[in-house]
C-alpha cells in the first residue's frame, strides 16, 4: 500500500433500505414494508445490522437475492471474503 492509498477517503459505513408492498397477513395494515441493513466498519471489521418490524418473504429464494445484493455492498466495506463465499 502505498502512502497515497493511506490519504484515499475509506468507506467506513452502509445503509440499504429496501421496500416492498405489505403481504396480507399483516397485522397493522401497512402498506409497505421496509428493511434496512446497516453495516459497519468499526475497525476490527465490518458487520450487518438489520432492522424491520416486520419483512415478509413470498419463496425461499427470495431472501438469498436479498442478502447477496447485500453481500455486495459488504465487500466493498471491506469484508473479508471467506469460504462460504459462492
Known amino acids: 500500500m502505498s ?3 493511506d490519504e484515499a477517503p475509506k468507506l467506513i459505513a452502509c445503509r440499504m433500505t429496501f ?3 405489505a403481504d396480507c397477513c399483516d397485522d397493522l395494515r401497512r ?3 421496509r ?3 446497516e453495516m459497519y466498519d468499526g475497525g476490527a471489521g465490518v458487520y450487518p445490522v ?11 429464494g427470495d431472501l438469498g437475492d436479498l442478502l447477496r445484493r447485500v453481500r455486495r455492498s459488504w465487500y ?6 471467506g469460504d462460504d463465499d459462492e
Open 76 to 81: 466493498a466495506l471491506g469484508a473479508q471474503r
Open 3 to 5: 502512502e497515497r492509498d
Open 50 to 60: 438489520l432492522r424491520t418490524s416486520r419483512w415478509a418473504l413470498n419463496q425461499p
Open 35 to 37: 428493511l434496512v441493513v
Open 19 to 21: 421496500e416492498q408492498r
Open 31 to 33: 402498506k409497505h414494508q
